[in-house]
């Protein structure tokens, strides 16, 4: 699988949360929080459809796109390589930088200690 760039990884991940939409819509949810033109998403997501990223329904008039690669397995993928790179390959590196970055809530440390739990327990 090819690495996604920083502004690939956006658009997927608005197409991961809305299963699929027309550039107009990707561009919409991108203006929310950065400035770029329509005409810059649209050639974005022409290049992730042309690395096989992104299929694209062109039955209407306004093509619609959606994400061919999974959200899982790009995170996975992802993590992967930073852990191996930025963190030597330690897990406890990463996480302890991960959760040193912004105070977790109480419901996220019960979630963690539950997932670390299972972990435990399937090492047994």
């Known amino acids: 699988m090819n690495k996604p760039t920083e502004a690939?990884?956006?658009?997927l991940s608005i197409l991961?949360?809305?299963?699929?939409?027309?550039v107009r819509q990707v561009h919409e949810r991108l203006a929310e929080t950065k400035d770029t033109g329509y005409t810059t998403t649209l050639k974005i997501?022409?290049?992730?459809?042309?690395?096989?990223?992104?299929?694209?329904?062109?039955?209407?008039?306004t093509h619609v796109y959606r994400p061919l690669v999974k959200?899982?397995?790009?995170?996975?993928?992802?993590?992967?390589?930073?852990?191996?790179?930025?963190?030597?390959g330690s897990s406890k590196s990463l996480v302890m930088q991960a959760l040193?970055?912004?105070k977790p809530s109480k419901e996220e440390?019960?979630?963690?200690?539950?997932f670390l739990d299972n972990l435990e327990n399937d090492n047994r």
């Not at 690939?8 to 658009?11: F, G, S, Y």
């Not at 991961?16 to 027309?22: I, N, P, Q, V, Y």
């Not at 959200?71 to 030597?88: I, R, V």
């Open 8 to 11: 690939e990884l956006e658009i």
């Open 16 to 22: 991961w949360e809305l299963k699929d939409a027309s």
């Open 45 to 61: 997501m022409q290049i992730m459809h042309a690395k096989g990223m992104l299929a694209r329904d062109e039955e209407s008039r």
């Open 71 to 88: 959200q899982g397995d790009t995170q996975k993928s992802l993590l992967k390589n930073l852990l191996s790179t930025a963190f030597g």
């Open 109 to 114: 440390l019960d979630e963690i200690r539950a």
């Open 100 to 102: 040193g970055q912004e």
